[in-house]
Each structure stands twice: as C-alpha cells, then as structure tokens.
C-alpha cells in the first residue's frame, strides 16, 4: 500500500475489497473504556439480524464480529455487509433486518415511512461522525470556495453526503446547481477511479477510501475535512453521518438483549478507537479495505462513535433541523417526533 500506482484500473483493482458485495460478518470516544461482554447473559441469547455499510460504520463493529464468529459473544450478531444504503432500505421497510447502520438522514426517512407499522423503527445510536473529505489531485483546493467552477465527484446522491455538500457550498457563497458541477456515482471506489483517471479531479470522499485514494494516486492529498468546514458554518450542531436503528417492535420484545447489545456495541467501537492494530486487522478480514494498514490508518479521521439516549437526541436532532430547512426531503418531510428517539425519553 505504500507504493503509488498510477492509473484507475490498478486503482480499482486495489479498491475491490472495499467495494465487493455482501459480506457476512463487528466505537465511545478513543478514551472511552473498553467494557467486555459478560461470558453469562443477563438476557435470554437473543439473535440480532443486522445490517451495516462498508466504511466507518463497520469499523465499528469488527471487534463483535469478532465475538460473534468464535461463538463468545453474549447473542447470535448476524452481521451482514452491504455496498450502498439502498440495498439496505429494503431490507429494513420488510423487517428482514433487527438493526442497520444508515445514514443519518437515512433514518429520519425510514421513520417516516415506517411509522405506526410493524417495521417502524427508531435510532438507537449515533456511530460516526463526520468522515467525508474533499480530495484532489494537485494543491489548488484551500477553501469551499476555490471549487467554483470545478467539476467534484461524490457518491451518496439522495443521502448524507449530497445534503452535507449542498448545505457547505450554499453557506460558502456557492449554488450547488450553477456554480459546480457534481457528478453522483454508486460507490466510494468509483469516485476514486475518477480522481486516478481524470486530471485536475475532484472528489467527496469518506474514509477509509480517502486513505486509500491518497496513498495509491499520485498527486492526491486530503485538502479539506467536511467536518471542521461545518463547525464554521453550523457551530449550534454536530455533523452526525452515522446511526444504527432498530425495529421498535425488536426492541420493545427484546428490551434486556438490546441493552446488552448496546453495552457489546459500544464496547465494539472503543475497541477499534483504542487498538487500531488489531482493529485494522480485523477491519481488512472483514473486507471493508483492502489491507489492515490503510484501515489502522484510517481510524483516526473516521471519527467512529457511541453516543446513546439524551446527548443523542440533542446532536442528531440539531443535524436533521439543519437538513430540514435545506430540503424537507431529505429527513422525510418533517423532524421525527421524540419516540424515534431510542432510550431517550420519547
């Protein structure tokens, strides 16, 4: 991974275990302690179907997939890794998923369309922060508005990522359907082989694939984290990508297994924070990214997380506020009422 290969089809090929299919499969504060599952449950073994998203979201939960496949973990985690957000949705509106980990704003919409049915869901936890990057090859880009005129590659129409973009080039002075072109495509993997293939490229990227991009392509540099140009423009919020929800129903018919869960949850992701090592190793066995390296490398800018109950409310709902009065759309048409709120009052 040191080496700096030219070239998207290399590129791609290097990108492919980020960007594979399916894959069966496991984040507080890097200070937060690290809790270990009890060898003996509180709860009756409960099996928890759940899906999650190639990225930071995973990076957060190897440690209890690990757990889970040497049969040590607390209950049966059935984690099941997916390229897009879309190959998830359905999976959650037909209650063939116990959990996922979606986009934040992504959650807002499944409470919309789920609400008063049986696969309505609530948001049981923030897991990632801020992680999108802009990435380019040279060194013109030093500020938001420097992309005027620029053609910028991204993925993530309709979710996170384009209303974060849209809502930083607004606030810089910048319209997002006349100042810029931006050009969606499926996966993280994709945008990278724009940036190996075309001079003078611009991306969205989020981690680890910016890792990988700026290690492989020469050129490319990291010249704007998304997430400190948001704290400039919406101080009164947090920038929140990433949420797991879970089926209400679940959680009400399981209340002490989802404790428990929650408990090997957070445990999962102070592991990666604390042990990037290790993490990295079992982050690149699970097929996130190509190699343990690029994932130990890639933690600490991907901002994995727990955050639970009341401080969740607070963070997720002044994000979605701000999404609201960009594009009602974007979180369902409306803000999800208090009982979205898992374990926090609602």
């Known amino acids: 991974m040191r080496r700096l290969v030219a070239g998207s089809a290399v590129l791609a090929a290097l990108l492919a275990g980020c960007a594979s299919g399916s894959t069966p499969a496991a984040a507080p504060s890097p200070s937060a302690p690290v809790v270990s599952a009890s060898p003996t449950p509180a709860a009756e073994r409960t099996t928890f179907r759940i899906a999650s998203l190639k990225g930071p979201t995973t990076m957060g939960l190897v440690e209890l997939m690990d757990t889970a496949a040497k049969a040590t973990a607390r209950h049966d985690y059935q984690v099941t890794v997916y390229g897009t957000p879309d190959e998830v949705v359905p999976k959650v509106l037909h209650g063939d998923v116990d959990v996922a980990m979606v986009p934040s704003n992504l959650a807002a919409v499944l409470y919309a369309k789920t609400k008063g049915s049986p696969a309505a869901v609530q948001v049981a936890a923030i897991n990632t922060l801020g992680v999108l990057q802009v990435v380019e090859v040279g060194d013109n880009v030093h500020s938001l508005a420097d992309l005027r005129g620029r053609t910028i590659y991204s993925s993530g129409k309709g979710t996170t990522p384009q209303f974060v973009l849209e809502h930083l080039l607004a606030k810089n002075g910048l319209d997002p359907d006349s100042d810029v072109r931006v050009k969606y495509l499926s996966e993280p993997t994709q945008v990278a082989a724009q940036l190996a293939a075309k001079h003078d490229a611009v991306a969205i990227l989020p981690q680890p694939f910016v890792t990988v991009a700026t290690a492989q392509i020469p050129g490319a540099r990291a010249a704007l984290d998304l997430t400190d140009e948001w704290s400039k423009v919406t101080p009164d919020s947090q920038l929140v990508m990433g949420v797991a929800v879970v089926r209400a ?83 369902g048409g409306a803000l999800p009422g208090d009982d979205f709120y898992y374990g926090a009052g609602g």
Not at 251 to 257: D, G, K, S, V, Y
Not at 277 to 294: D, Q, Y
């Open 249 to 331: 129903k679940f959680a009400a018919e399981h209340a002490a297994a989802m404790r428990e869960f929650l408990e090997d949850y957070a445990a999962s992701a102070a592991y990666t924070n604390a042990h990037p090592v290790e993490a990295g190793a079992l982050i690149a066995a699970a097929g996130v990214v190509p190699a343990a390296k690029v994932a130990t490398a890639a933690i600490p800018a991907s901002h994995i997380t727990y955050v639970d109950g009341a401080e969740m409310h607070d963070a997720l709902a002044g994000y979605l506020g701000v999404l609201l009065a960009a594009d009602p759309a974007s979180v």
